[in-house]
């Protein structure tokens, strides 16, 4: 069976649980009441009242009114965090609020939010984060190192988003979608019209960089877990540092061999192939690839992970 029919079973089960019916259901029924009600929200924001709490509002009428979370676990300032969704007192999700239209899909806002969600969630041991600024919705689960995507939609839409089951009481629990990378492609090509992120968060001492330009990230709120830079500071593959961290882990870079989990070598082989598929330097793109890509290529291969970077599945 190759993923996608694989994908398309695990999809087909989904739908098949009576949760997964009821919450979808009830997205349906009451996404017009929430969408009303969200408008009428943004036009308190018209006359000097705190925008930021202005869109914790709409989030919570999101989780409680067109969700399942019952109001007591929607818990607002715990800690640094924004809201902590938790169930039966066990800690779910960690979500950062941005003003309204401060995030609107631009991909650098979205992901300065998220490193402030990393810390915050590393901070209080919770495995999945998201994002907010009440026009869209961006959550992910913290695995292998990184951020494996669970769902991304519009809340400024007439249509409700299913897709919001994911951040349900009985979705959240359960593995993220398998095409999560469908996710971060949408991410990636939608365009937003805010210029810069927000400037909070760690960096790094040495390499300058937030957490989210290293392929391996233990813990988002412990520098010292952060392995493996790779991104720039905007996001962009770095070329000089991306195949060091492909041979820091494949062959011995200057002899210095990094210190990860075993489990995690497949995930990080897959981000980091595919910041180099950015690039076109993998050897299913061009005939000419250097020694670092193509044992990138080839233990992908041995893995059976090359579908998970798209240009060569």
């Not at 937003?192 to 001492?205: D, N, Q, R, W």
Request: hydrophobic share 40%.
């Amino acid at each position: 069976m190759n993923a996608r029919d694989e994908a398309s079973t695990a999809d087909s089960a989904l739908t098949q649980l009576a949760s997964y019916r009821h919450c979808v259901d009830r997205i349906e029924t009451k996404w017009a009441g929430f969408a009303a009600r969200r408008r009428q929200r943004l036009r308190q924001g018209l006359f000097d009242s705190p925008l930021e709490k202005v869109a914790e509002n709409i989030l919570e009428d999101l989780f409680t009114m067109v969700l399942d979370w019952s109001l007591a676990d929607v818990n607002l300032q715990v800690g640094r965090a924004d809201v902590v969704l938790s169930e039966l007192g066990i800690k779910r999700l960690v979500l950062e609020v941005k003003r309204p239209g401060t995030l609107i899909w631009h991909r650098r806002a979205v992901e300065a939010a998220l490193d402030q969600a990393r810390h915050y969630a590393a901070e209080q041991k919770v495995g999945a984060v998201a994002v907010s600024d009440a026009h869209m919705l961006y959550a992910a689960d913290v695995v292998g190192g990184g951020l494996h995507d669970r769902v991304l939609v519009a809340l400024d839409v007439e249509e409700a988003p299913r897709d919001l089951w994911w951040v349900s009481v009985h979705g959240i629990y359960r593995p993220g979608p398998t095409n999560a990378a469908e996710l971060t492609r949408l991410l990636d090509a939608t365009p937003g019209s805010v210029s810069e992120a927000p400037a909070e968060g760690l960096v790094h001492p040495k390499y300058h960089l937030p957490s989210r330009c290293f392929a391996y990230v233990g813990a988002a709120n412990q520098i010292h877990t952060w392995k493996l830079p790779y991104l720039l500071e905007n996001g962009v593959p770095d070329t000089k540092r991306l195949p060091k961290a492909i041979q820091s882990i494949l062959s011995n870079y200057r002899g210095a061999k990094v210190d990860i989990p075993r489990e995690e070598v497949g995930d990080i082989l897959v981000r980091l192939a595919v910041a180099a598929a950015t690039l076109r330097k993998l050897p299913c793109q061009c005939t000419e690839s250097s020694p670092a890509y193509c044992e990138a290529h080839h233990a992908l291969e041995q893995l059976g992970r090359l579908g998970d970077v798209r240009c060569c599945s």
